[in-house]
């Protein structure tokens, strides 16, 4: 049977699955508000469509993926075209929305997991539960909702950070930050498509949650480079966005991706991930 995937959002994530994909023949559509990006998209392997503006054609799509962030006004695409996946629920084999583990707000540092009602502080965790929640009351969609941690890879993470200057290590005691290798979330994708479970919630993360200057140490460890410096939270001169990442302190448990979609992590830590950029010349 062939596949289509239609990516609302064809960014940074999706371009890696769509990577993954590529080889096994799908067919992929995917989103972009960017002229510029148009040519990388086509480039992949995927159909580029500029959105908002080109009009979606969803005929024949099996899997859909949305990664639009939303606002406070909603989500962007259900808002625009809520009622026609509605009355296309049943054409889908699987819905993938993907959302951010921010939504399950502070725990002083402790456990969370699927079962962890979410309470978010922060303003982008309460937009993204109010999408998800959206999306969830769609009858018969075959939605899986999948929460990230902080998404690291080629080309985004402590490296390009180091090599541009002027990074610090924010040191707040205690505080903790989960992380995962883009190429293990499109594993975790595609383990996903393989055996839907429609209702389905995941925490994406990797194994080990640490504390922010641990990574940024390492990193500068591998390349050779003097540690950044050392500033206090309650000093450092932060963005509302970036102090609102410190606000909320947990670790996030990832057993259910291992025990219910079979996934083994490529990179279970930042050590063996920051390993890998840095051999493949980040």
């Given at each position: 049977m062939a596949k289509t995937l239609f990516s609302f959002g064809h960014g940074y994530t999706a371009r890696a699955l769509a990577r993954d994909l590529n080889p096994q023949r799908w067919t992929m559509i995917g989103?972009?508000?960017?002229?510029e990006a148009l040519g990388e998209i086509?480039?992949?392997?995927?159909?580029?469509?500029?959105?908002?503006?080109?009009?979606?054609?969803?005929?024949?799509?099996?899997h859909l993926l949305i990664s639009i962030?939303?606002?406070?006004?909603?989500?962007?695409?259900?808002?625009?075209?809520?009622n026609e996946i509605a009355a296309r629920a049943g054409q889908f084999n699987w819905?993938?929305?993907?959302?951010?583990t921010a939504v399950y707000g502070d725990h002083g540092g402790d456990w969370v997991d699927e079962a962890t009602p979410p309470?978010?502080?922060?303003?982008?965790?309460?937009?993204?539960?109010?999408?998800?929640?959206?999306?969830?009351?769609?009858?018969?969609?075959?939605?899986?909702?999948?929460?990230?941690?902080?998404?690291y890879g080629p080309g985004r993470g402590p490296f390009s950070k180091l090599r541009r200057g002027g990074l610090r290590r924010i040191i707040k005691p205690g505080q903790v930050f989960s992380r995962i290798h883009v190429d293990d979330i499109s594993q975790v994708l595609?383990?996903?498509?393989?055996?839907?479970?429609?209702?389905?919630?995941?925490?994406?993360?990797?194994?080990?949650?640490?504390?922010?200057?641990?990574?940024?140490?390492?990193?500068?460890?591998?390349?050779g480079l003097p540690l950044?410096?050392?500033?206090?939270?309650?000093?450092?001169?932060?963005?509302?966005?970036?102090?609102?990442?410190?606000?909320?302190?947990?670790?996030?448990?990832?057993?259910?991706?291992k025990e219910e979609l079979g996934v083994t992590l490529l990179y279970p830590d930042y050590r063996v991930g920051l390993n890998a950029l840095a051999g493949g010349g980040f």
């Open positions: 989103t972009t508000r960017s002229q086509a480039a992949q392997g995927a159909t580029p469509l500029l959105w908002p503006g080109d009009v979606p054609d969803l005929n024949g799509v099996t962030a939303p606002k406070a006004d909603g989500d962007p695409v259900l808002n625009a075209l809520g819905v993938g929305y993907l959302s951010t309470s978010p502080t922060a303003e982008r965790g309460r937009w993204r539960l109010a999408a998800e929640r959206q999306w969830a009351a769609i009858p018969d969609l075959p939605l899986h909702i999948f929460r990230l941690a902080g998404i595609q383990a996903s498509m393989a055996r839907p479970d429609p209702g389905a919630v995941y925490n994406v993360c990797d194994d080990e949650p640490v504390p922010p200057q641990d990574v940024i140490a390492y990193a500068a460890e591998l390349q950044p410096p050392a500033v206090s939270f309650d000093e450092a001169d932060l963005t509302p966005m970036a102090r609102s990442f410190y606000s909320e302190n947990k670790r996030v448990r990832n057993t259910r991706i």
